[in-house]
């Protein structure tokens, strides 16, 4: 999950929260678009575009299994790679076993792995250590958060070149000659050599543009100086605003089944800790 | 989601609950395991035991994309069916597009699918209208809640003849002599024609006795007469107690991590309303 | 392949062959169907009736990378369980690595893994060693060709105990109270433990019965005391008339696009060396 | 398949053939690789570079299920798009059904359809009556053989504008303003927007290299002014120098399951006929 929201909250608990924040960055559809979603995309695109590296039978490590992780797994996966995981999150862990990966230690792979994947928010998730014990050609690149997962000033020392092959592709290249490498210096894959569909871009605008418009016409003491979610029904605005692409129908409920089911039938149709 | 739940809310609503309960249907491990990914074996387990039907090529609709519906529609797209989806939620019905299936209304495709699965919680999700339309040989079952989304009530009339071919397994016979295979009467398919895996088993009794030994312990107070979702933690409880099981290696977070992310160590690892 | 298929060439290599023969076991519209699509699915079906495994997770070996092999692998891999490859055929094994399987020999995982699965034609591909050495609780079967796959007869050792659990099902137990889950006796789990869509009955029902005809029909001298493949056109035919099935459309060439292919229009569409 | 084999067939069937040639293209490694495997990641790396589409929910027709077709169907369906086949041969039909494809004609889907690839070999395979019905903001591209498979000559005319967006990419813009947007101008997208992994070329360039070794050092004879395909022998050979690029681990056969099988323990280890 986003740093940037974390913040937010620290801020609320440290009562340094001067207005009411809406958590955009966590609604249903900002996070299935622009991480799930968007993210099984563009780490397949991010790779073939600095590297032209073939996915068929190769051994990647994602570090992380939240959507990011489950994106970049899912794309891999299905083109034909060998994906392992790892995780601090017993939860996630469970999940990526039940999807088919191997949840491991970085260290227990790292000499057998082409690629390494970091989608954690945390930092120094791949040290220098580890670096020198990755195999000649191998890449590393970062989908998580800012550019701290990747120890990349630790690659900076005097025994160590640098070569520049293309434009955010550099050859980091050990004294006996071993090859890493590094995408976009470490920072993030998806915005430095991909490109954001203008799909996923419209539900996330429409997403902060609707959390403006609920902040500014909410009456007078709705929201105090705290981080809110958007509202269930909004999100479902959200989604249902993009349908039409998909030529997608929607089904609606019966006067009875509404009744049934306890539910308005324009919504919102599930209970705030539904997970989807 | 469950209805049992659903009615456990209504009664906290109406002041009409009279102890604390837990809602052990929402915590993580319980929704996406004896939900989600056993569904994804039973449906397939299901309809084999019960119709020996082939998977591959067949035209399949799955009436909601829950949790259930997820696991049902992931299966039989992974065996080669062409899965259609209705939702009445525009963000499950968004995931479904993204997801690789069409959004339909049940009624566009009535007429050419060889099977019909519900799993919508709700009554009445196929009526006799829709079963009259059915192909020759079509399969009709439920992986939702109770006996009631299916009308089955509404076959049992003189012109339709039912006849019985093995366990679990009615042919409705119409009158030119179309049969339509309903199974287990309209009842839950992955409980009456498939048996649940003692890993599901394990966590679901797992989730269970942890909330219970939580009432039991936890201080006066703390719990009201509400109901309450499993702490965070338990929930990572249950998930780590059977990493084991797949002999999955978590990382553990250094203290400057730890830091960093502003967590605990040993967890909870991710705030309530993360979804997974 | 077959080996009922290769005593027919070995007759005719050694001249003993008295009658032409069809080979329609390695018809496409046969290899496809009764061996690839058809294995996919009960493979899942065999282990599940039989032991109501869970497969998400799971790690699972399988012994042969042909057309068997290949349908066992995608179905496991599909629903979520981690699948290794052993072969002897490097163009087999290179297939594996590209569908996103590691090519091990089976002592490398041995110890690991939850379930083994022969689909090789070979004999004693798994030996009383490897046995000896399996996790307890792990399961053996044989989707391959007669029953020999399995070492089974080396288990029938005074120092292990056999329990027949259900029927097809028995449980091998080592002097330290080790089980070892045996299908079938080692026989062919998709014809012992599960059953055959009558589609597939149908493909392979059809192609018999018009090699039949072929030879019936053919010309005198056509066809020699050899074994020949069923003509590429009646193996298109098999398959045209199972369209319907499915409500497939073909596309007819244009005569200028039969001219500019040099086809006739009705087929045959392919060489004979074709692989589909 | 490709034409340029076609061509050689054709010379060799009239008598023309003035050297023995070997049909390299139809070895399994350069089909597989060259075709099917590489394709699965050309076409999703293809459309992205020159579009940015996303794929998740599109609706996408690839005309031809042959390796290259497969390969398309595979990627895309993996990445969430909704995938339709046509097809003229019913063999390769009856795959797609099983592979989990509706198989129409292009007819049935062109007002819908958000993306047509053309992977037949053949000629006008979309012709401007069908462009003329294609939605706004279509993508149309070739991945089969040569310029012919879209009717590209019949958008050049007075009543069309074709604005050039980017290299490779042309919108072709209709008198009520509708955009339908042309890649590579039907040229191979795969050799004109994206790259072909050094792996693949590895393959292929080994492939062709035996293949000449072979025609040189065959004895007097051996070839003559015909076509050939390359030695089974060869082909497994080529497979095996590039088993160790995964890390694969052959399984060798012992003295005693070579003479069960037949079989030489250093191959080749399947019949001419063998599909793979």
Chains 1, 2, 3, 4 share one sequence.
Request: hydrophobic fraction near 40%; proline fraction near 3%.
């Amino acid at each position: 999950f986003c740093n940037v929201t974390l913040w937010l909250y620290q801020l609320s608990k440290a009562g340094k929260l001067c207005v009411p924040a809406m958590n955009v960055n966590d609604s249903v559809t900002k996070q299935k678009f622009d991480n799930l979603y968007c993210c099984r995309e563009s780490i397949l695109d991010g790779l073939k575009r600095t590297t032209d590296v073939m996915f068929g039978g190769k051994q990647v490590i994602v570090c992380g299994y939240g959507e990011v992780g489950k994106g970049c797994c899912a794309a891999l996966k299905a083109l034909g790679a060998i994906v392992y995981v790892t995780e601090i999150d017993p939860i996630c862990a469970l999940q990526a076993c039940m999807d088919g990966f191997r949840v491991v230690k970085l260290n227990e792979v790292i000499r057998q792995v082409d690629v390494i994947i970091t989608c954690t928010g945390n930092k120094n998730v791949v040290t220098r250590d580890q670096l020198d014990r990755m195999k000649n050609g191998s890449i590393v690149c970062n989908m998580g958060h800012s550019n701290t997962e990747i120890d990349v000033a630790s690659l900076r020392t005097p025994e160590l070149t640098w070569e520049r092959v293309r434009s955010q592709v550099d050859h980091v290249i050990w004294p006996d000659g071993k090859r890493v490498i590094l995408l976009a210096e470490g920072r993030l894959l998806n915005l430095s050599c991909s490109t954001v569909p203008t799909f996923v871009l419209s539900i996330t605008a429409t997403t902060q543009a609707l959390a403006l418009i609920e902040l500014y016409n909410a009456p007078e003491g709705r929201y105090k100086q705290d981080v809110y979610l958007l509202p269930k029904k909004m999100d479902e605005y959200v989604a249902s605003l993009h349908l039409a692409t998909f030529d997608a129908h929607l089904t609606e409920l019966s006067d009875e089944q509404a009744k049934y089911l306890g539910l308005n039938k324009n919504g919102p149709f599930k209970p705030n800790y539904y997970r989807y």
